[in-house]
């Protein structure tokens, strides 16, 4: 599993990571990247196994660096829709955050929008029960297809994640107001968003003035492997 820090604008400083994963290929001898293998894994069904084993050692990774006395952060966990609708999905995340002793709105789910759209009912009752067992909920890519912000008003969501493809369109001077109305109506609602795919400067500068909560991208830190770098120590990066 690696881990991509995000940058709270308001506080000015690190406000947890994104847990991501990568697989290295022996054959090829190089990490293949989440769209050689996710999809599959998501045909298959072999993605609820992974969604688990990142869920898993990204407790045991907290727990183990809180009893170290090292410092550590909140992180956000990608949920398939293949696993949110298993029928032990909040049994098995309820149990392994008690598992580990890892304390209430620590940890964020993170479900993608096209879900949210197709099954704003059925999450609306998921998120509920999350929140009841001490997880925060987010509503991840938003911006790629299905947008619509008449479901936001019933999706129970804390953080809503503007996908990178937002980014880059709408990000650039004089193309703001997209983005600066999705921002007010977050806030509204009393969500905290997030701009994904931050990678210069100008686009951190314009997410600030924009009055968005936090930025995640290679401007700030790229994805670090948790087992070799400790994912707290991140420096801006200039690309």
């Known amino acids: 599993i690696f881990y991509q820090p995000k940058y709270n604008l308001k506080r000015g400083g690190m406000d947890g990571s994104e847990i991501l994963v990568r697989w290295f290929d022996t054959k090829i001898d190089r990490y293949r990247t989440p769209g050689e293998f996710l999809p599959i894994f998501e045909e298959n069904g072999f993605i609820n196994n992974l969604d688990r084993f990142v869920f898993y050692k990204a407790c045991e990774n907290a727990a183990s660096t809180a009893k ?40 964020t789910v993170e479900f993608t929008e096209s879900f949210a759209y ?68 977050a806030h509204d609602l009393n969500m905290t968003l997030c701009i994904e795919g931050v990678e210069n400067r100008a686009q951190y500068d314009l997410a600030t003035a924009l009055g968005c909560d936090d930025v995640q991208g290679y401007f700030f830190s790229r994805p670090m492997d948790g087992n070799a770098v400790p994912y707290y120590r991140v420096e801006f990066l200039d690309s």
Do not use: W
């Open 118 to 185: 197709e099954n704003y009912e059925y999450l609306s009752e998921v998120m509920r029960e999350l929140h009841e067992a001490g997880f925060l909920c987010s509503l991840d890519d938003f911006g790629t297809g299905y947008s619509s912000l008449n479901y936001l008003t019933f999706i129970p969501a804390d953080r809503i994640k503007l996908d990178k493809k937002m980014t880059d369109t709408y990000l650039q001077q004089g193309n703001t107001n997209i983005i600066k109305n999705i921002v007010n109506i």
């Open 68 to 107: 170290k006395g090292e410092p550590i952060y909140p992180f956000s966990v990608n949920v398939s829709r293949v696993t949110a609708i298993q029928p032990d999905f909040l049994e098995y995340y309820k149990r392994i955050k008690q598992k580990f002793g890892i304390r209430d709105r620590f940890i």
